[in-house]
């Protein structure tokens, strides 16, 4: 008895986790709008005190966002928002294609063995159709990931998937930044539809090439530069 309650005492207190999640709710769509731009400068104090919390909290939220690489420290005191420039945008690009490319070719035997696994696929498309209908960027870019989340989920990957989360935020704020320079609201609606439609009935031997034009086509249309690497002489 006297271990189990020695064992309790070892968990992190639930308010205390829930306090920094809140915080990173708070910080990621500040960063995807752009009101924290890439080169923005956040200090501890500050953000404890205009989200009127503790520094404990807030300091636990910028470490969390600095080993995700969406955050790195600024000279002197305090941080800075990453540049999320060309380089950064297409690194992450390519860990995305890459991871997606591999759940998804695992995924898609279990699409068309069970149709009721795109009831969720679904749900994600109608949220984004009314996203789109009043141009609720926030919506738009919750349920962009909420696709790519319950698509990749039917693997049944759990490494894979916890994998994926690990990048989900900076995909969030890349989605955020292409819809503000770019803001095809009906484009990015039809882009999942076209991509839950090749999950149905596409030849899985392309899924790659479908999911490279998915991913990197609304970056290249949103005005970052291609990849140098992949251009013509």
Not at 50 to 79: D, F, K, N, T
Not at 89 to 109: G, H, K, N
Not at 163 to 171: D, H
Request: net charge negative; with cysteine; charged share 25%.
């Amino acid at each position: 008895m006297q271990s189990s309650v020695n064992a309790t005492a070892r968990i992190e207190p639930i308010r205390k986790r829930l306090v920094t999640e809140l915080i990173i709710e708070r910080l990621i769509p500040a960063i995807a709008t752009g009101s924290f731009p890439p080169g923005y400068r956040l200090v501890e104090d500050e953000l404890a005190s205009e989200l009127g919390v503790s520094r404990v909290p807030v300091r636990e939220a910028i470490r969390e966002l600095s080993l995700q690489g969406i955050l790195c420290a600024a000279p002197g005191r305090g941080w800075r928002v990453a540049p999320f420039d060309g380089r950064q945008i297409r690194e992450i690009c390519s860990v995305r294609i890459a991871m997606e490319t591999m759940l998804l070719s695992e995924a898609i035997a279990g699409f068309r063995a069970d149709q009721s696994n795109f009831a969720p696929l679904d749900a994600a498309i109608d949220a984004m159709k009314r996203a789109a209908a009043e141009r609720d960027v926030e919506g738009l870019r919750r349920a962009d990931v909420d696709f790519h989340r319950s698509a990749i989920s039917v693997a049944g990957n759990s490494l894979g998937l916890r994998i994926w989360e690990g990048i989900s935020r900076q995909v969030m704020i890349i989605f955020g930044l292409e819809i503000h320079r770019s803001p095809d609201f009906p484009a990015v609606v039809e882009q999942h539809r076209i991509l839950r439609g090749f999950l149905a009935e596409g030849d899985p031997s392309e899924l790659g090439t479908v999911l490279k034009e998915h991913i990197t086509g609304r970056t290249l249309q949103s005005g970052l530069p291609p990849d140098p690497t992949n251009q013509p002489e």
